[in-house]
């Protein structure tokens, strides 16, 4: 059955009952906006739209519960960079009407089950029609502790560099059925003085120097040491991107320590100490062979 | 130039310090997430997304200032039906590598000042590249006072509907540079004990059965009563849509206060009283002639 041939408002209704939802949630999908309780106490509200787009994001063979997941594991990432825990999301799906409803009944249920992974409740979303690709826009609302939001501005001259999990290859393998390293970042925040954070999805040699300009800091990189996944190069792992690992400068004071008590939490996942913040002036090529840029590449 | 002639970074370089900000936002745009300051008290946090995709709700050779006028103001709409005020937006652009930056830029203005007009911070967004039609997706964050938010589901049998403004003729006129009815919506639950709402934006004949479903009742409509835009027909004001303006329950006892309340306070705008709510079971014919659905329009 095609999209053209059910109505929005019936689609809706096989697809809303459906969708994990939260005790704070007053109004989810279905209503004008959704409406949540909130308690503030010492939080700030965290907000991140994220989409993905056919034949960019992902491949149009590619199975709809994994395009799902990637979908809203996208956003998520960006909250396991700033250390918040997601709570809400909003789902805006532009399809043509010749998608078939099949289709996007196992995309929901990609995006349901990378919901429930972090129990994130789906409050709502849209649906519109266009003759282009298939364009899936995820919007997640949540909360961190004052004390524990990161950002990329923190960095010091001195602080070591770590990556979590390994770099390269996500384009061939993972890169629809990553894991955001939100327990990760949790657990930093809470026992480290981590100064800076962010997620790589555009692939180090783009987000690195990203981060270093946020802290008005330069930075050198041993690529030797850099965590390489099976098969990967070390010019994968600096410009394939799409990693959805954590780029974060820490304290050498804090390192020895970190890495110690990492090995005993995370024993299967990777910490990599990559390099180290400098003076931006001690820096001449803070650059890195280029990763992954959306409106530069070769159309 | 086009797209693929800047980098997405220097695009936003260009774009984000021109983005209203208001004082409680701690990171805007340009990091992994928005990051707000929030005072709760007694307040529900309240979301919303709506999308516009070119060919669908807006020409090509549509005034990209209109285009982004209306890609805001859509969910703000939203929120006058949910009587919240929004604070916080994040743009999605999906654009074609072709795309003129100046219409990107003109876009951007367009977006800014309809966010000023409601005092709405832009905190984040995402571009991305397309083959497809232009795709413009707003996410907006706000909050509503527990006891003045407004939902499709509090009418009650008896309650008078009423209209504000004038129906039909939009997509000819307004419907790039309406103005949600935030203002109105506010003052209505402020003073009145308003049982349900929503806002026109599919059309009287598809959102008022909506509203009268999740309300479990039925109702009638005065037909000779609605009023009509400048050349509009009974019919255009049934099923034409993007009226954007607001629909709503009001007890009989409170409906001639109401009405000489609001010619004293917005004495340019229309509001009418166009019919009623009912049992479900007193009346045989709750569907209004079609208005716009997405998925069941010709194609």
Redesign the interface.
């Known amino acids: 059955m095609k ?7 019936k ?1 809706l209704d096989q697809l809303l009952p459906r969708l994990p939802l939260g005790k704070t949630v ?2 989810g999908a ?12 010492r ?11 056919e ?3 992902f491949l149009s063979g590619a199975d709809p519960v994994d395009v799902g997941w990637k979908a809203m594991m996208r956003p998520l990432s ?2 396991a ?2 250390s ?1 825990l997601p709570q ?1 999301a ?1 789902i ?1 799906l ?1 399809a043509s ?1 010749q998608t078939e409803v099949e289709w996007v009944r196992r995309l929901y249920r990609g995006l349901r089950r990378a919901a429930k992974q972090f129990d994130v409740s789906i ?11 298939i ?1 899936i ?1 995820v ?1 997640v ?1 949540g909360f ?1 502790e004052r004390a524990r ?1 990161m ?3 923190g960095g010091k001259v001195g602080d070591d560099l770590f990556v979590t999990g390994q770099l390269g290859g996500a384009i061939k393998q993972k890169h629809l059925r990553f894991i955001p390293r939100i327990a990760e970042s949790r657990w930093l925040t809470k026992h480290f003085s981590i100064q800076a954070m ?2 790589l999805s555009d692939g180090l040699g783009i987000d690195l120097p ?1 981060l270093a300009r ?1 802290s008005k800091v330069g930075f050198t990189i041993e690529t030797e040491n850099l965590p390489l996944a099976p098969g990967a190069k070390i010019g994968d792992a600096i410009s394939e991107g799409e990693d959805y690992e954590l780029l974060f400068a820490i304290s050498p004071r804090q390192s020895k320590r970190l890495q110690r008590a990492w090995k005993r939490k995370f024993p299967k996942l990777a910490l990599t100490r990559i390099g180290q913040l400098h003076q931006t002036s001690n820096i001449k090529h803070q650059t890195l062979p280029g990763g992954y ?5 070769p ?1």
Chains 1, 2 share one sequence.
Not at 31 to 36: K, N, P, R, S, T
Not at 123 to 133: A, K, L, N
């Open positions: 999209l053209r041939e059910v109505g929005e408002d689609l007053v109004a279905g209503d004008d906006c959704a409406v949540i309780e909130i308690f503030a106490g939080n700030f509200l965290v907000l991140k739209t994220d989409c993905i787009v034949g960019v994001h960006d909250f960079a700033t918040a809400f909003l805006t532009i009407k409050v709502g979303g849209e649906t519109s029609s266009s003759s282009g690709p364009v826009s919007n609302a961190v939001w950002s990329r501005r962010m997620d990203r946020a840029v959306h409106f530069q590449q159309s």
